[in-house]
């Protein structure tokens, strides 16, 4: 929808400020950057360190771990199903490898696993594909030219990124692992951008040192994902994908090894066993939790479920404790909330301007630090723009980057989102979007090692599931990466664990049992089910109505 | 101005002060905010997605949406997560439309379209209806890429199908 | 001078050693055959049947092309191409009520009344550029080369749109004395190729064949030229199935019209794409020594 007329009225005071704005601008007299004190001070506004935003784990492998209300909810909750009811003789899939996740990490995985020789089942939530992955825009960080750059250059800002706080071997896999998979990406005809002569085309990131940004015009991770997704179904008689199906606990052996997973058919609410040599688990993030209330560019089936289980496993986690927010997300139009906008809008120019016509920040402050800002202009200082959905905003100043660059600029180099907001009857290059800070990333997650193992034999992690590698914060182009380079390792050491094991044992969901005691001495009485699978948007007024006594299931 | 329930980050609307449009969801009515997109509509209507949901956000091809206006004989195509209801919209969701799909080893064969056309025999018998066009839901000029590709012109056709979001889904054997 | 041209699929593919050196030579001549930013299939074949209105959208759409471009004429080279799309052409500048139903249809695009000119490249170098202009260009005569045009159906049939009557037909006979070749009509010069049958019914087909080259053999011939992708895959590509089967026939080298006048411009062997020709075309050119003298 088109601003109403009262985002109309304040829009003039934008335009009020605009051109001494960009006179500054034209003049390099720029709002100061913050110091490290002023940083340091204004990061309380960040959610991260709301203390009344987490608390304290009380059952399972991380017990006494602070972290974020919303996460310790699904982890103090009680497995969908009652492990006495579960006939695990009944096995209904036999496989040498089980990918849980269908999205760029799963599905990598999966591609390797099958070049060991292993078959392999894929169990993904919703469609194969159905991912973050899908929906990362910017590109993916390897050093490949090595005339200007290395592995080690790429070492650094990876460390520099999460606040030195990365786990050492997993950023040295990360980065050296980078090339092969631009490489193998493009064996396999994934389009990156290129030069007429063939060369890759690579931009700077937000803190890398060089430009080793690679990309697919501005929908990198969807021509990916196609891409493989593509190999993955030309593989079929080797890679079976079993869609709607998430896995909600891991079955492990008498030995405490893991041995498949329990599935569960959504829609006809069945539940099945998989006995799995090895499993990867690649279920991707958890920005559908709404940390903190907080809005988000993730995927419909991002819900963490893959911590959940493992953790109900015996699987420590680490880093959660931090969640990347993006500075500039989609608060009005409604239709195109959480959307993520990109830092190039800023890196081009455009002011972040409060209900004053006022900048209050400098538009390229580390993402964290601008979050923080936004955030602090709206619930502090009460400068936030209000929208018609009851939220607050600030201004991106878009149409400073015409008035900068030239007419038309903003058209020609951000095509995606002009598109959108277009079909909203909202002109960008005239009109300032109004945004807010956003769930973008779960920068922590399962512990695991340089290998993709864990500590549960027989388990092992890619991508966005797992945590260490991104440290505190990750920087733009390395998820995508991640998910690449983790998927692959973790795919051929599954491979090879599958191969060498030759005793399944008994199939037992006894650490779910024992879990649930563990909630009990912990004195948690609760009815919460978790893994979540999908959030719930049900309004009140629907839900008034829902009077069923008893739920069970997705829908009954 | 409406109050919102934000307790789950989504803006969730409620029926308090909103003015209220008619969509008839698979040919039962409803009455919704008018503005919201037609996933917001359904779901504020009370339907629950387990299909036809993705990412919300219209890259993932998830919730392909085909809908008429009243007194209008045309058959629209929009993605859910992106396309506003309008008053008396009659629409039903696509979220599983069967497609074929080839096997192919990227290696072995070359740029030329007898390979396409041993694997899609079908696009060679196109008389440039233009359908195809009509109902891709990301605007993609289909007719014109398909003709790229029998022209042999397949970086042609790259670029005109690059926004593709494969909103269809291949039947082949590949599901367990 | 820039035109408008239209290529068509088996120029863009099997016969590109059509389009190429027709491209090049048109350039030497100073002109720039501007091919259509968007086009699709001509549609390949014209429907014959009253009612089959769909089978005209293909090429209908190509001749909107040309007046989005702000264009009136189009140049084709592809003997079939021109065929479907000027009799869609014709039908659409004189049939009202198909015209209506087809702009109808095709609501997305613009109205289409007949306004373009559809116009065979042979055509064109005789009304547009002359044949006095041509030979002026001409850089290596095509001295002593015997040849035998064929110009099958489509470029005749029906009459309507006949790029000339075809008991006066002149165009093939002009373009290669203007290259300073020697021509060699002969009485199947306008038979049938036998088209599509050649995949249906091979036997029928290869006798069809046998029987265009063995006139043309007795007429003397050393060379045919065509201006039609099938003819040339008929009487080219399949001939060593005629030749398996008659032993009198003798090999006959088969060439577009565009790459003889490639060659007679000068621009070399490299324009003509002569590895997908058939029948030692590049044996004769040699012995002929075209090849060597620009």
Known sequence: MPYPQELKELIKVVE????????????????????????????????????????EIKVGPSKGYRIAHEMVDMLEAKSRVNPDLVDLSQVDYETDVLVIGGGGAGTSAALLAQEQGAKVIIATKLRHGDANTMM????????????????????????????FKNIPDLVDTLVTEAPDVILWLGKLGCNFSKFPDGTLKTLHGGGTCRKRMHYAADITGAEIMRTIRDEARNRSQDIKVIEFSPAVELILNENGECAGALL?????????????????MATGGSGRLHIQNFMTTNHYGATADGIVIAYRAGVGICFLHTVQYHPTGVVFPEQAEGILITEKFRGSGANLVNIDGQQFVNEREPRDVESAAVIKECVEKGKGIPTPTGKFGVWLDSPMIDILSGEGTVEREFPGKFILYKRFGIDISKEPMLIYPTLHYQNGGLE???????????????????????????????????????????????????KSRSDMGI????????????LEEADIETDRVSPMLLPDYTLPHVKERQLTSCYVGTLR | MSTTDTTKGESKETTSGKELVSI?????????PKNLTIMKAMEYAGYKYIRGCGCRGGICGACGTVYRKPGDYH????????????????????????????????????SDPEEVYKKYPELFRCVACNACTKVCPMDISVMDYISAIKQGDFEKATELSFDCIQCIFPFENYGG | MKISYYPGCTLKTKAKNMDCPGVAALNALGVELVELPRWNCCGAVFSLADDDLLHLLAPVRDLIRVVEQGDNKLVVACSMCYNTLARANLLMRENSEKRHTINTFMEEERDYNGEVEVVHLLSFLRDEIGWEKIKESIKVPLRGLKIAPYYGCTLLRPQSVAI???EKRTLFKDLIETMGATVVDFPASTDCCSSYQILSNPDIGIETVSKILESAESWGAEAIVTSCPLCEYNLGKRQEDALRKHDKLKELPTFYFTQLLALALGLGAEVCNFELNHNGVVRLMESKKFLTAA
Request: glycine share 12%; proline share 4%; with cysteine.
């Open chain 1, 264 to 280: 569960y058919n959504m829609e006809t609410e069945e539940y099945f066993i998989v006995k799995a040599k090895a499993v990867i």
């Open chain 1, 448 to 498: 695991y090692k340089s290998k993709g193992e864990t500590t549960l034999p027989g388990l092992f992690v890619a991508g966005e599931v797992g945590g260490g590698v991104h440290g505190q914060n990750r920087l733009m182009g390395n998820s995508l990466l991640d998910i690449l380079v983790f998927g692959r390792i973790a795919g051929k050491s599954a491979a090879d664990y599958a």
């Open chain 1, 507 to 518: 199939l037992t969901l006894d650490h779910v049992r024992a879990y649930h005691k563990g």
């Open chain 2, 75 to 110: 058959i629209y195509v929009g993605l859910a997560c992106q396309t506003v209801v309008e008053d008396g919209m009659y629409l039903t969701q696509l979220p599983f439309f069967p497609a074929n799909r080839a096997t192919y080893n990227l290696e072995a064969i070359g």
């Open chain 1, 136 to 163: 990362a825009e910017g590109g993916i960080q390897a050093a490949t030219k090595g005339w200007k750059d290395s592995p080690y250059y790429h070492y650094l800002d990876v460390m520099g990124g999460g606040h």
């Open chain 1, 16 to 55: 009020k400020t605009r051109s001494e704005r960009v006179a500054r601008k034209k003049k390099n007299e720029e709002v100061p950057f913050l110091s490290l004190e002023e940083r340091k001070k204004i990061l309380d506004y960040h959610p991260d360190f709301r203390e009344e935003g987490r608390r």
């Open chain 2, 24 to 32: 008839f969801v698979m040919g039962k009515k409803y009455e919704v």
């Open chain 3, 164 to 166: 000339e009557p075809p």
